[in-house]
Each structure stands twice: as structure tokens, then as C-alpha cells.
């Protein structure tokens, strides 16, 4: 997963330095976007969800350059017996990173590389509540999306991806509300 990220921003990367200049007609889009996010993690099984705030600069139709700021919640399910004991446990993770989006209309193709951090608990057998101190880690991120303009300018998206934040990769399925912001 990572070695796919990594070469899609070098590709990334690698084309925007060569591309050629866009007719006059196009001019830079800057958007502010909001979405929520829902996942499940199938190797605790337990379920994701998370919110997202982004920023994106598009200097040209093909290529737009992110930053976003994220924050998920990820929680077993104590109802549910896995390996013969409570699944009751809950992480919360936040992650900020940068990353690129290639455009093929009304289709788009993004990843992105940051830095997150981890906290929280699960319960034991014994009922004792084991903490999980606060970790920082690498962040990463994959997603196909679809984006619906609107006639302001602004776009709807819905976009399913795969979040990584060691140890965990999680599909995971998002609606976000993409704000024009004007000059």
C-alpha cells in the first residue's frame, strides 16, 4: 500500500513539472471542503468514523494540491465475541498530510502522506481497562472519488478510499462538501 502511494506523488510530481500551459480560459480554483467518513476495520473488527476538513489548490484541469486535517474515532463492538472474548475497545486517531489529485472529469484519483497520532483503551477479559498512550505515526491515504459540480462552483463529492494509519488499513467510504472559494 505505502509503495502505491509513494508512486503515484512521485508520478504526481514528476508530471506536474512537465506539463504544458493551460488555455487562458482556465483560471485557479481554491476550495475549502468538509466530509465524514465511515469504515470498518476488518482485523479488530470494529467500525470507523471520522471527519475530515480539507484545503485544495488547483493551478491547472488536471491537478489539484491538498492539505487536510482528519480525525477518527475507531470502535469495537462489545456485542460482539471475537477469539472468544468482548470486543470492547476504542482508538481515536488524527492526522494531518498533504497529498495530490489527478482529475479525469467527473472522476478523480488522490493520495496523500502525513503525519497522525493514536490514543485509547481496550478492555481485558478480566474486565481491566488497558490505556493506550498517545503515539505518533506515519499517515497515508488512497481514494477514488466522484465529484458533482454544482452551478456556484462548488462540488459534491463521494469518494471510497483506503486510510492507513499503522497498524491499520481501512476501507472506507466519505461524502464531502467542497466549498468554492472566491477571489
Known sequence: MNHVV???LLFMVGYSLTST??????????????????????NFQGLLTGANLSYEHRSNKWLG????????IYR???????NGSDNDWMFRKASFDFGLRAYLQ????SASIGLGYS??????????????????MGYNSLGLGFQFRKRNGDAMEIEIGINSLYPTK???LGYRYRFLLKD
Open 6 to 8: 509513494y508512486f503515484f
Open 21 to 42: 500551459a493551460q488555455p487562458a480560459s482556465f483560471h485557479k480554483l481554491q476550495s475549502l471542503g468538509v466530509s465524514a467518513k465511515v469504515g470498518f476495520d476488518s
Open 65 to 72: 494540491i491538498t492539505s487536510s486535517l482528519n480525525h477518527e
Open 76 to 82: 469495537g463492538f462489545p456485542f460482539w465475541q471475537v
Open 106 to 109: 467527473p472522476l478523480y484519483l
Open 119 to 136: 490514543s485509547g483503551y481496550a478492555k481485558e477479559e478480566d474486565n481491566k481497562i488497558n490505556s493506550h498512550a498517545l503515539q505518533l
Open 170 to 172: 481501512v476501507p472506507t
